[in-house]
C-alpha cells in the first residue's frame, strides 16, 4: 500500500501528493528545497514559475490547467512563505477568507448578506477592519450557505 503523504499550505490547506508521478514529485521536493534555500523571494519566483511553466507546457498542459497543478500550488505557497519571513507580506485573516467567498460564491454583498442574514452594514465594518464578527454569529451565517469555521494545524514544510 503506497503512502500517503500531503502537503500544508499557510492556510492549513492539505495537498494530497498521493496523485503525483516520479517526475512530478522531483519537481516539487526541488521547489521546496529551493525555498528552504532562502532566496531572495523575487528569485524564488522567477525560478518556482520558469519550472513549472516549463515542465508542464512540455506535457501539453495549458496555463489554465498548470495554475490547479499541486506543483504550482506548491510554489505559490513557497513563495508567500519567504515573503512573509522577509517581512513583504503580512498573513491575513478571516476576513480575506470571506471576501474571497463572497466575490466567487455571490453576485455582489448584497447577495451574500441575504443568505446569511448578516446586514450590508456590518459587513462593511467587517471588511473595512472596523469591527468582528462574533463567532457564533460567523459560525450560524456561514451554516446558512453550507460552510463552516474550522480551526487548523500551523504546517511549515511538506509532510
Not at 501539453?60 to 498548470?66: C, M, N
Not at 459587513?123 to 468582528?132: A, D, E, Q
Request: proline share 3%.
Amino acid at each position: 500500500m503506497k503512502r500517503v503523504r500531503t502537503y500544508y499550505d499557510l492556510n492549513g490547506r492539505g495537498h494530497s501528493l498521493s496523485g503525483l508521478g516520479a517526475e512530478e514529485l522531483r519537481l516539487l521536493n526541488d521547489l521546496v528545497r529551493k525555498a528552504e534555500a532562502r532566496p531572495d523571494s523575487g528569485a524564488y519566483a522567477n525560478y518556482w514559475l520558469a519550472r513549472v511553466h516549463n515542465f508542464y507546457t512540455a506535457r501539453g498542459l495549458s496555463r489554465p490547467q498548470i495554475v490547479k497543478t499541486i506543483p504550482f500550488l506548491v510554489g505559490a505557497d513557497q513563495e508567500g512563505r519567504l515573503m512573509l519571513a522577509a517581512g513583504e507580506a503580512a498573513f491575513g485573516d478571516y476576513r480575506d477568507d470571506l471576501l474571497e467567498l463572497i466575490q466567487t460564491r455571490f453576485k455582489n454583498r448584497k447577495q451574500f448578506c441575504k443568505a446569511t442574514g448578516i446586514s450590508e452594514d456590518m459587513l462593511s465594518h467587517v471588511l473595512n477592519g472596523r469591527k468582528h464578527l462574533a463567532i457564533d454569529t460567523l459560525s450560524r451565517a456561514l451554516e446558512k450557505i453550507d460552510y463552516q469555521l474550522q480551526i487548523v494545524p500551523v504546517r511549515n514544510k511538506a509532510s
